[in-house]
């Protein structure tokens, strides 16, 4: 190797030629040419639309000699080293701007981007509601539903099963005890649908006007027993008080009041008041009737069937007496004339 000798030249990196040596008197044999990189290529596999779980294949190329090394960038962070980055499965998480990178000794070269833009159908939808305490009666109430999806979904709200708009949101300015219900919503595009989970708006409110029930709906009769109640649309359930009319002292509690042998001086105006933690209202005033006591009934009854059955009897007894009268009075003045016409 004695004879062996050795030239070297010094290029920029950012020089696009390329250089090859041959032994002086041998220009005709020169070797093989080094160069930096060349224009770099990107191709996608497959074309066209890119589904969520399909494979898809990045592969970068370029003209280099001495051999190039490669670089993948991935919204302009390095991801691997290879000349190729292949998705088995790819997701929705692997979308973004892609390039490569091609470099060797005597330069470096960088490829255009490239968008993969990976379309799914929508994910689970998930449902909010705001403001997310208590919904109270009269409250302006939204329901917000969400999904991710590419292309973008359209949404379908349902109550208790029906269709009820097409929305991404429900809007109550003042919401009413009648919304209260089941809701859901679906997110759909192009790949498919996907359902939320329901939830259940349950809308609060104060007691409506009570109603109040009297049984026996008949007139009342001293010494029997008389039972109230009361029923109003409440939510929470309401709770029941009841009062007689200018008596400060509640009656009773609770929806039922039952009165047992009820007496004169308890009639009156009763009303029961319902409330809930939402408020409360009063019931309309009931007048309670008293008739008589049922033993006194009776006895008139059983009186006035007397009475009419004497009736006859009397008028019998005092038409007989009448005749006997007539007939004792007549009798005893025919002799007399009889004696008179013997004179």
Known sequence: MDGETSSSLRVSVEDNNSYSCAVTGYEDYRSPPVYAPKVVTLSLTPTGDIRENSRVTLTCSSDANPAATYTWYKNGKPLNKNTQIVFSSIQSSDSGEYYCEVENELGRRTSRSISIDVKYAPKLPSVSVSP???????????????????????????????????????????IQSSDSGEYY????????????????????????????????????????????????????????????????????????????????????????????????????????VVAGNSTTIMHIIWLTVVVLMLIPLLLLSLWARKKKTLSSTTEPHEPVEREVKKV
Not at 142 to 157: E, F, K
Request: net charge negative; with cysteine.
């Open 132 to 174: 997310s305490s208590e919904v109270v009666e009269g409250s302006s109430v939204t329901l917000t539903c969400s999904s991710d999806a590419n292309p973008a979904a359209t949404y379908t709200w349902y109550k208790n099963g029906k269709p009820l708009n097409k929305n991404a949101q429900i809007v109550f300015s003042s």
């Open 185 to 288: 919503c679906e997110a759909e595009n192009e790949l498919g649908s996907r359902t939320s989970r329901s939830i259940f708006i349950d809308v609060k409110y104060a007691p409506k006007l009570p109603s109040v029930s009297v049984s026996p709906s008949a007139e009342i009769v001293e010494g029997s027993s008389v039972t109230l109640t009361c029923i109003s649309d409440a939510n929470p359930a309401a709770n029941y008080t009841w009062y007689k009319e200018n008596e400060d002292s509640p009656k009773a509690s609770g929806q039922i009041f039952t009165i047992t042998d009820f007496r004169a001086e308890q009639s009156g105006n009763y009303y029961c008041e319902a409330q809930n933690s939402r408020g409360r209202q009063n019931s309309t005033l009931n007048l309670i």
